[in-house]
């Protein structure tokens, strides 16, 4: 019975006690945001114990006006960072579409440190805090999910720091997407969708952010027959821009198809899951877009000298409609459009410079 006792306890002490499954990596990303543009550089930066900074170029960038970060380790809303810029006034720090509260070192006026939450499941998932986006239309139940982006050419980063700054072609995405939104409101497009429960999407592009390498310069005017962006049989046209802000090309990406390139007098039709079709989009002669439902009227948008950085103009069947132009002041966050015709011609966002949130929109009607 002795033997038979020693025995069991050596079986127990010799079987390996059951693996502790290591804590899921999780992943956050911060911005360091200069009070003064300046030569391109990095800070010093110091994490707690089991975090660490995300390998790889497209995960540490510096631009004229900031350096951003990834960094992971696990689980946790509270790790604190420091950060040390010697001789680089720091302006705020942004994580997600959030100002952080930072405190400074009183013993070193360029020592930092703020607290960032670290729960993304990926860098990817963690990159909002790049994208300094305004939504004047967020909710894709509306029928139209509209964003525009911000771009700031002390920003830029990776491809766009190397070659001319895309100026007009900047200002012409903004231009073409004011027009496509009052086409879609004014066509019907956008209530048939939202009935459908399905939206269009117009989005530009953006050129600081290195895990969305997001050129050359283009704009989308997208469908998707579904209330989510990974609805089945989504188009996605990328509508690529000249110097002048003139489209040069469609390459349409349909969900399970891949890409179509449509040139100019070409038409690129839209279809919904089922294969019927909502919209024809055709490049015009001179970069404009011909924008058409189905029976419905045929939207022109063409511009003066074919500048459309400028000011776009839009036709209704051949005759004329509405006068379209915008000023983005990107470095003080404030956005106006007008649309000559409209009921409310003018439209004033006030947006947070540092994460493009709208604070505030006012519409100006005629006296």
Request: charged share 20%; hydrophobic share 45%.
């Amino acid at each position: 019975m002795r033997v038979l006792f020693f025995a069991a306890l050596l079986v127990i002490a010799s079987t390996p006690a059951p693996a502790i499954a290591a804590a899921p990596m999780t992943y956050a990303s911060f911005r360091v945001v200069r009070a003064t543009p300046g030569t391109p550089g990095a800070p010093q930066i110091a994490l707690p114990r089991g975090y660490t900074r995300v390998a790889g170029s497209q995960h540490q960038v510096a631009s004229r006006a900031e350096f951003y970060a990834f960094v992971k380790g696990p689980r946790s809303a509270r790790v604190k960072v420091s950060v040390r810029w010697p001789g680089v006034p720091v302006a705020a720090v942004v994580a997600g579409n959030r100002r952080l509260a930072v405190a400074v070192d009183p013993d070193d006026p360029w020592r930092i440190t703020f607290t960032l939450a670290v729960t993304a499941s990926s860098a990817g998932a963690a990159q909002a805090t790049l994208q300094v986006f305004s939504h004047p239309s967020g909710k894709t139940a509306s029928g139209v999910y509209w964003r525009i982006e911000h771009n700031d050419p002390d920003r830029a980063a990776g491809y766009w720091a190397r070659v001319k700054w895309p100026a007009a072609e900047v200002k012409a995405a903004t231009n073409f997407m004011v027009a496509a939104e009052a086409i879609l409101q004014d066509s019907g497009l956008a209530a048939a969708a939202r009935r459908r429960g399905h939206f269009f999407a117009l989005m530009g592009f953006e050129t600081n952010n290195l895990l969305h390498p997001d050129n050359p310069p283009h704009w989308h005017l997208s469908y998707y027959p579904g209330r989510t962006f990974g609805a089945p049989k989504a188009h996605v046209p990328h509508l690529l821009l000249d110097e002048q802000g003139r489209i040069t090309q469609n390459g349409m990406d349909i969900q399970g198809q891949g890409r179509s390139t449509f040139a100019t007098g070409a038409p690129a039709r839209i279809h919904d899951a089922a294969g019927d079709l909502v919209v024809t989009l055709t490049i015009r002669p001179g970069g404009g877009l011909d924008i058409q439902a189905p029976g419905g009227p045929r939207y022109s948008i063409v511009a003066d000298d074919d500048r459309f950085d400028r000011a776009v103009r839009v036709y209704r069947d051949g005759r004329a409609w509405r006068w379209i132009a915008h000023h983005d002041a990107a470095r003080l966050g404030g956005l106006v459009t007008t649309v000559l015709g409209a009921t409310s011609p003018v439209t004033v966002y006030r947006y947070d410079r540092l994460t493009g949130i709208i604070e505030s929109v006012q519409h100006n009607s005629p006296a």
